[in-house]
């Protein structure tokens, strides 16, 4: 048994406000109470801990696709975002054929079972050909019920979300049944109108995909899917905080509207995150990546992210300027609630699994603890009595 482990001096980001000189205890894969006498004592002063990150968006990383990779690949995905602060990750599918899609579930919920990832998100292919971003027009297909049924089941029980277009035919039905199946609903890629997507959101619709993303921009008399989502409190939008999908400013603007227990922040990686810039597929779709922002060869629609939610981490309080609070809510607290996971994973409190990360002053990553062991050790000072 590895001995406890107490975190002393750091600046502790807890669900009732951060702590200076807090500590942190660790006793086997979760967080304790109280420290017996024959602790290791980490100094962790100088440093931030926070909870460790959940990512609702996640499609690969490690040069390795969710979509497409052998289950060993997927592993590769899941641990490159693990050393960068992801403790637990959704695994998202882009679209594909059916039965495609329902043979991915099955090895996808696999994975699930052994704990490696918190479940699967299907992105597309429900979505509509207006805005279907880097999903094959070809492949997709009007959200009948059956068919998502079809999916659902085939993730035995792991499918955590489905993003379709809720104002295609069947798209109402569809929110109905997952809301029923305890499957998030999510809008996106979609081309609705204001009126249609508070419909979906009176079907059952919790979640927007990568707000502002592939759908009509907001307009003063056509405000559309992005009006209707900030403003109903029983939606948490996603965003991509990587600078390429949005502006600091948009950014800004839905994190105050919508306030910071409903927001979401997602990488929506695809395989060259924590890899490198090169030529890529995204399911069936040549993606270039350059300068770390991967784009369509055919069209040049921004085609996933490059990010790793450390990134996103720095730059929500160095670059927009929010709090470090609501920022640690948005990657972590609010994802994990989303998942019905927040008893387990989402804040640092005892009786939850060892999940953290350490940040130094300026919220660079020097630290990743997963269920008590580290992913990245700090190499903080140590004292073992
Ligand atoms: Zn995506």
Known sequence: MAPTKVLTGARVVLPTGTVDGGRVIVDGTRIAATAPEEAETLDASGHWLVPGFVDLHNHGGGGASFTSGTADDVLTGIRTHRLHGTTTLVASTVTGDLDFLARRAGLLSELAEQGEIAGIHFEGPFISPCRKGAHSEELLRDPDPAEVRKLVDAARGHAKMVTLATELPGGLDSVRLLAEHG??????????????????????????????????????????????????????????????????????????????ARVAFITDAMDAAGFGDGRYMLGPLEVEVADGVARLVEGGSIAGSTLTLDRAFQRAVTVDGLPVEDVVAALSANPARLLGLDDRIGSLEPGKDADLVVLDADFALRGVMRRGEWVVDPQLGRSVP
């Open 183 to 260: 499957v998030i609903a999510a809008v996106g890629h979609t081309d609705a109108t204001y009126e249609q997507t508070v419909r979906a959101v009176e079907a059952g619709a919790t979640v927007a995909t990568h707000l502002f993303n592939a759908m009509p921009p907001l307009g003063h008399r056509a405000p559309g899917p992005i009006t209707a989502l900030l403003e109903d409190e029983r939606v948490t939008v996603e965003l991509i905080n990587d600078g390429t999908h949005l502006h600091p400013a948009a950014l800004r603007l839905a994190f105050h509207h919508a306030g910071a």
